[in-house]
């Protein structure tokens, strides 16, 4: 019989307004067996992303919201501690959308959810849930399949310090484009540009955005890529070329609302410029990862893409890290380390 405990967080009520620690239950269970067909993860490392705040919404979405009582959804990377599935053995690294927990149950009809990781690991455990995981991908189709840059146009990035967007700031920068990125403080604008190779960049926070936009953007904007909404996307829509293209990957400055959100005041320039604007999720591009993970893999090799990483200690720190994530208080890839990587 296993002993030991298994911590969990789940749902205890849904948000209103910004997320409270007090919006999850911590309760500690016995950690359970598999069954027949069955593997039991380990969490390794836990990523923390907006669209948590999306499910954990009793809204329309593009997978069914987190229930009361349920543990909370997160993506992970963990290691098969105990296995009856004969594709996987204890001790196999591997990734999935798994819970807020130390051990996950992978049922034999949810045995697909699990991704195999790479053995020996070419590059450190978080970049597969950073920049060779849904991080990646997001910023790689987004900008790539609906933002379709070509060199010498301008690029602008909205939340450009974040997981997503300074990743699509770098690979607008490969592809020979002017990259320009808007980001909360002064500190991570030198960060994008200094570090980063972007262009320019604005503080939103403190700037005049209209005026800002078009100085750092003397010719225009041919692709935004949207991961705020709000009024950054108001300005945007001020300053964008003829046939622009506006990847929508999020609207993070409106997800803790609680009155309706206006629609943008500029709308009629997407007539007028005759733009297109899509939102996506990196669920569209499942069947077409292999694409991502061949060029993504390839630039880290190149040097020609930075990760930027920070890790909170401990799953019991989740709940409280999470705010990181509207904030501001976090550059790049936000991640819980829960336990340790095996030796």
């Known amino acids: 019989m296993r002993t ?29 067996s598999p069954a027949e067909g069955e593997v039991l993860v380990r969490t390794i490392h ?6 948590n705040r999306i499910w954990m919404s009793d809204m329309p979405q593009y997978m069914p919201p987190v229930e009361i009582g349920q543990v909370m959804r997160g993506v992970v990377t963990g290691v098969v501690d105990e296995s009856k ?3 996987f053995q204890p001790g196999d690294l591997v990734s999935g959308l798994l819970g807020w927990q130390d051990y996950t149950i992978v049922a034999e009809n949810n045995i697909l959810a699990l991704t195999p990781l790479p053995n020996p690991l070419p590059y450190p455990l978080t970049t597969f849930v950073g920049l060779l995981g849904a ?8 900008l790539l399949d609906i933002g379709q840059p070509k060199a010498g146009e301008t690029v602008v990035v909205s939340a450009a310090a974040g997981a997503v967007g300074s990743i699509v700031g770098q690979i607008a920068k490969i592809k020979g484009c002017r990259v320009v990125g808007i980001t909360g403080s002064d500190e991570k604008c030198q960060w994008l540009t200094q570090e980063l190779g972007f ?10 955005l209209e005026r800002a ?5 003397p010719n225009g904007v041919d692709v935004y890529f949207d991961n705020v909404g709000g009024s950054i996307l ?7 070329n003829l046939h622009a293209r506006i990847p929508l990957c999020g609207l993070i400055s409106t997800y803790n609302a609680t009155e309706p959100v206006p629609g943008p005041y500029h709308y009629n320039q997407i007539l007028m410029k005759r733009a297109r604007i899509q939102g996506f999720i990196i669920f569209d591009y499942l069947p077409r990862l292999s694409e991502a993970i061949r060029d993504l893999g390839q630039w880290i090799d190149q040097g020609k893409i930075k990760h ?6 401990g799953l019991e720190n989740a709940p409280s890290a999470i705010l990181k994530l509207f904030n501001g208080d976090k550059k790049g890839k936000l991640i819980i380390k829960v336990s340790e990587e095996p030796i």
């Open 4 to 32: 030991g405990i298994n911590r969990q967080f789940r749902l205890a009520v849904r948000p209103i307004g910004d997320i409270k620690e007090s919006d999850f239950e911590y309760r500690e269970e016995p950690i359970p």
């Open 46 to 51: 836990l990523s923390l992303d907006p669209t």
């Open 85 to 87: 599935n004969p594709n």
């Open 135 to 142: 991080t990646g991908w997001t910023a790689y189709f987004g």
């Open 199 to 208: 262009d320019a960049a604005i503080n939103y926070k403190t700037a005049d």
């Open 213 to 217: 936009i078009a100085q750092a953007c």
């Open 234 to 240: 108001d300005a945007m829509l001020t300053q964008i």
């Open 308 to 313: 930027a990483v920070e890790i909170v200690e």
